[in-house]
């Protein structure tokens, strides 16, 4: 028999913000423990939520992005029960009317998956265990910053799907600016919820959930075990039993966490301490005029408008903050293709050697594009731009100010090439001898005299072209 | 509608109380009685009523994400019922 | 000496004003007489702490603008004072003391305010007799055998027994009208949303308000004055237009349309109450008001909703009270689950336990639609109940509590029929509404009876000003117990500082 994997997801994403969801308290991660909080995100009693104005725009930033419909009059609702990393007791989460419903998702291949809800929710903390004093220890760093849960149908037959959905989820909640999706900070978390059944079935086997799966390559290895697990118990003729399943990473397999059966009774209400969030069509418009262009519409857009190749298009569109950085050089007048092989040759090169996100690079557009029209102006040749690239590199240094004190511009006074190559060749008769008998090793030579008489600040071309035209 | 001692377990369990025996007994009876005298709301027709969580016609109540410096954690950590210098304790609760 | 005891908040806050007598010495006086009083009323008694206060506020006088700066006063005991033990007169708050102070209690300190102490209330204010603190009854002040009231009924106690000016309770169904009511002061649940709730450790938080007991309703008034406010702590609150009741006290009433809602004069209401509370009527209609009766056809449902919306709310609320992070902790538990069992059943009360039990029930799997949505839509017709009767009326007349306090120890053993007793003030916290508790006479056993007034939202200044007016013709909130810390014996016997002609002559009822 062949079997059908069935999996739909639940996606947890950290939002960019600065502050909490309810409360004026960093999001920074780390932080030692219990730094980042006050009586509002610990629970005292007496603290009131007051919900963040950004929390509600990047949700419908991200809603939009994803093909839903916005729910015009959203609210809050309280998810109750007992656990040391939630100070509450309750979550602040959307259950009876979440901010979206029913989106869509083109992972290519012309397959779509369906997105059932995205809601605004708080993050728990985080326990550790500590077995030198057998307790655990909550760190409530973590408690309120905001998240939106994104909920698909169980849309996707195989990991490669869900991975392809995950890739497309991420570049555009990058792109939007909403999270930086970081999985192994936790800023991106997924739950699996899968279940198998015979092809051609339409009805749905008992599904299992997976917890704590923390990279993509996780999710992927975690899908093909757990299909496989489920087929060999239905094959030997047991049951699947809905349950919990945490991923372990080192033994490469999942194991029953706890039992959904006794499913959990929330016991969601209405949030009293929250009134209700209506959006007017104004708000709706002007964030989507906002919307930012995303990464599969630029690479479009960059073989269209700038000839640039496939692979720069994907190498540029990788990171938003690279993009921008792409397009405003461009946009000051640098060639598409020479702006993009500097982004992915020096600049690429430059972050890496500092471990640097693109989005915290020092160095400007108006600079690099300033470096390259040195270079195609003639005024600087690109061994030596590539040295002032350096330079200037990690203060947004003054590329001019710093070709004049080093004297690095390229002598373009053809009077003064001239005189350095003549004298060159009378003084090197031997070589000039050499090259006219066949041999072009000293052609080289020659070349290589003017410019170190020149002090390599003359374009290669012209010192070429001049000693070709004198030899011949 | 009848209270049940299962029903009590149950509400009981949800909410992290255990009582004891006695207790339980009479407070399954005046559940019961409350609840049965809750039920003359079954008298009131509410079809089509849009229940009313928030009472004024509030909206929109919202922060700037603007960030404020955070609590002293030990003023936070100071009535924790078990002291440690960086965190809140519990009995192990990672699974 | 005696005689600032008697003196109104206002009254007092003039004298300090003009010199006549200084902060510490009043303040002195406040916690002498506390130290005397046999009522319980103050769970934490904070004497060095005022003592301090009242010598810096002293050395401020020069540059005092509200007209209560200097003039001692208690907190109720679930409202946050930072630094201060905040119990919610319940165990399992333990020494509590929070780091930050509720945004009420912060407008009063600004405002010159003096915290003599926290008052005794019921635990997490749930209850109507102040009996089921873990720190013990209050008794009341003219009578001692007999209850005060609740939930705030320590803060009521404290003002009737001349402990202290004035005091701040709160409200969720009832428990500053109520027990200002049995202890014969003047208390007010303004309207939901125009004082902060930021710091008030909630009980109900749809339908908990902070609002003041006094002598009079000048004293609520520029209580309220400093109370309200729009604060960007609470995102229920509400922006208006505050600060100015004090100055809207008129006594006009010429005009002003009472409601007597005929619902609330029927069965279950005792005879002396009704007549008293009716009596009011008659004392607004001679000042030029009008008196219409209406119907408010809810009445047998407001129990049941308020029940319902409350007990889910607190079941929410309070569970985050488990032994974790703040408060106290049971011993001899086995891991997690035992930990939050053990300290939940020991460090609630009954009551609290029950309304817990209750409120999980209501939001539970399956009993959700049939008791909580349904109390939601009921909460709708209650509140269209009211939008109804405000279109006849400018404010509602009705008793506050079908009876006077009953003796302690009679209530607890019959948990519906305390509930029963809420009928006339849960359903103004259902619709949001201000009400107003004051002094309109005595039974035959010498104790308070209470009015209510009910204003439409943002009604304060109109309630407010009618109790202003009622007290222009009255002495009733000018009578002090027997045993009180001032030298003037109240009960029955009408005062003789109030002239003759003013005094309401009882025996008028509703025609």
Same mark, same amino acid.
């Given at each position: ?46 603290? $009131? ?26 609210? &809050? ?185 006794? +499913? ?154 001239? @005189? ?24 080289? &030579? ?27 | ?95 | ?59 401020? $006088? ?36 929070? /780091? ?89 649940? /303004? ?47 509400? @922006? ?160 506050? +509590? ?67 007016? &009622? ?41």
């Amino acid at each position: 028999m062949t079997w059908e994997t069935v999996i739909g997801l639940e996606t947890h994403v950290e939002l960019a913000t600065k502050t909490k969801i309810f409360c004026s308290c960093t999001t920074a991660f780390g932080g030692d423990p219990n730094t980042h909080c006050c009586p509002v995100c610990t629970g005292m009693p007496g603290t $009131l939520p007051v919900l963040n104005k950004k929390v509600l725009e990047f949700a419908v930033k991200a809603g939009l992005a994803l093909n839903c419909a916005i729910t015009r009059r959203t609210k &809050f609702d309280r998810k109750n029960y007992f656990y040391p990393d939630l100070p509450k007791a309750y979550q602040i989460s959307q259950l009876y009317l979440p901010i979206c419903r029913d989106g869509r998702v083109d992972i290519g291949g012309g397959k779509t998956v369906r997105v059932h809800e995205l809601h605004m929710e708080e993050d728990a903390g985080k326990l550790v265990h500590d077995p030198w004093i057998d307790q655990t220890r909550a760190d409530y760093n973590r408690c309120g910053v905001p998240l939106i849960e994104i909920v698909t149908e169980p849309d996707f037959r195989t990991a490669d799907e869900v991975i392809a959905y995950l890739e497309k989820l991420k570049e555009a909640l990058t792109y939007l600016g909403v999270s930086d999706c970081k999985m192994q900070e936790g800023s991106l978390r997924c739950d699996v919820n899968l279940s198998v059944r015979p092809a051609g079935s339409d009805t749905l086997g008992t599904r299992t959930e997976m917890k704590n799966l923390s990279s993509f390559k996780a999710i992927a290895r975690a899908i093909d075990y757990e299909a496989k697990r489920q087929i060999e118990l239905i094959t030997e003729g047991k049951r699947v039993v809905q349950e919990t399943r945490r991923w372990d990473e080192n033994k490469d397999a999942t194991y029953a966490m706890r039992s959904k059966e006794n +499913a959990q009774d929330y016991r969601y209400f209405p949030e009293p301490d929250i009134p209700p969030v209506e959006l007017s069509e104004e708000y709706l418009d002007a964030l989507r005029a906002a919307q930012p262009e995303l990464a599969g519409a630029k690479r479009v857009r960059y073989q269209a408008d700038y000839a640039l190749p496939e692979y720069d298009c994907q190498m540029l569109t990788s990171d938003p903050a690279l993009a921008a950085f792409f397009e405003a050089t461009v946009a000051l007048g640098a060639p598409p293709k020479q702006a993009a092989n500097w982004i992915m040759g020096e600049v690429l090169a430059a972050l890496s050697a500092r471990a640097m996100e693109p989005k915290n690079m020092p160095l400007t557009p108006p600079t690099l594009a300033r470096l390259i029209a040195l270079v195609t102006g003639g005024k600087l040749n690109r061994n030596t731009a590539v040295k002032v690239f350096e330079a200037v590199f990690d203060a947004d240094g003054d590329v001019d100010a710093y070709v004049k004190a080093h004297g690095l511009e390229q002598i373009d006074d053809a009077a003064l090439v001239e @005189d350095v190559v003549d004298r060159i060749l009378s003084a090197n008769p031997k070589s000039v001898e050499d090259y006219r008998s066949g041999k072009e090793k000293a052609f080289g &030579f020659l070349v290589g005299q003017v410019m170190r008489e020149l002090k390599g600040k003359a374009d290669p071309k012209t010192v070429n072209e001049l000693l070709r035209s004198k030899l011949s | 509608m009848k209270i049940t001692t299962e029903l009590v377990d149950y509400i009981s369990e949800l909410s992290r109380l255990s009582l004891p025996k006695e207790e339980k007994a009479a407070m399954t009876a005046q559940l019961e009685r409350i609840v049965g005298y809750m039920d003359v709301l079954d008298r009131l027709d509410t079809a089509g009523v849009e229940p009313m969580s928030h009472v004024f016609p509030l909206k929109n109540v919202l922060r700037e994400d603007e960030v404020v410096p955070s609590q002293d954690r030990a003023e936070l950590l100071a009535g924790a019922p078990a002291p440690d210098p960086e965190a809140f304790l519990v009995p192990k609760a990672v699974e | 000496m005696n005689e600032l005891m008697n003196l109104t908040a206002l009254e007092l806050g003039a004298a300090i004003k003009r010199g006549d007598v200084s902060i510490p010495e009043v303040t002195a006086l406040a916690l002498n007489a506390v130290e005397c009083a046999p009522h319980n009323a103050f769970i934490t008694f904070t004497p060095e702490q005022a003592l301090r206060r009242a010598e810096a506020l002293q050395r401020g $006088l020069r540059d005092a603008v509200s007209p209560l700066y200097g003039v001692p006063m208690g907190i109720k005991d679930n409202i946050c004072t930072q630094g201060i033990k905040t119990s919610c007169a319940s165990r399992i708050l333990g020494d509590f003391a929070p /780091p930050y102070e509720a945004t009420a209690t912060a407008r009063l300190a600004a405002a010159g305010g003096l915290s003599i102490g926290k008052t005794n209330m019921d635990e997490f204010a749930m209850g109507s007799t102040t009996e089921t603190s873990f720190y013990g009854p209050v008794k009341n002040p003219w009578d001692l055998t007999r209850v005060p009231g609740g939930s705030s009924g320590g803060s009521a106690a404290a003002v009737a027994a001349r402990a202290c000016w004035y005091a701040i309770g709160s409200d969720t169904g009832g428990s500053i009208r109520q027990p200002a009511s049995y202890c014969g002061v003047t208390g007010v649940k /303004p309207t939901y949303g125009t004082v902060s709730r930021y710091g008030l450790i909630a009980y109900a938080s749809s339908l908990d308000q902070i609002g003041p007991l006094a002598r009079d309703a000048s004293d609520c008034a520029a209580i309220l004055d400093v109370l309200q406010g729009k604060d960007p702590h609470d995102g229920t609150s509400l @922006d208006g237009q505050y600060g100015h009741l004090l100055e809207g006290l008129t006594g006009d009433v010429r005009g002003l349309r009472i409601g007597v809602p005929t619902d609330c004069f029927g069965d279950g209401l005792d005879g002396q109450v009704r007549k008293a509370v009716l009596a009011v009527a008659d004392v607004l209609k001679a000042r030029g008001a009008e008196v219409v009766e209406l119907s408010f056809p809810v009445m047998e449902y407001v129990v049941p909703t308020y029940y319902i919306i409350a007990a889910a709310e607190a079941s929410s609320n309070l569970s985050r009270f488990d032994g974790v992070k703040y408060g106290w902790r049971a011993g001899g538990y086995d891991g997690l689950t035992d930990l939050y069992n053990r300290t939940r059943t020991e460090g609630f009360g009954m009551e609290v336990k029950r309304r817990i039990l209750l409120g999980t029930f209501v939001l539970s799997s399956g009993y959700y639609d049939a008791y909580y949505r349904k109390a939601l839509q009921v909460k709708a017709i209650i509140k269209e109940a009211f939008d109804k009767a405000f279109q006849s009326c400018d404010l509602l007349l009705t008793p506050v +509590a079908p009876t006077t306090a009953p003796k302690l120890g009679e209530s607890l053993s019959d948990p519906l029929q305390m509930y029963l007793s809420d009928v006339y003030t849960v359903s103004v916290n259902l619709a949001g509404l201000p009400g107003l508790s004051m002094p309109c006479g005595f039974d035959g056993n010498g104790l308070p009876i209470g009015a209510q007034l009910i204003g439409p939202h943002f009604g304060e200044g109109r309630l407010l000003n009618a109790a202003h007016a &009622f007290q222009l013709d009255t002495d009733w909130h000018k009578r002090a117990p027997c045993g009180s810390s001032s030298a003037a014996c109240g009960g029955a016997h009408p005062s003789p500082s109030v002239p003759a002609e003013k005094a309401y002559k009882e025996g008028g009822i509703l025609a």
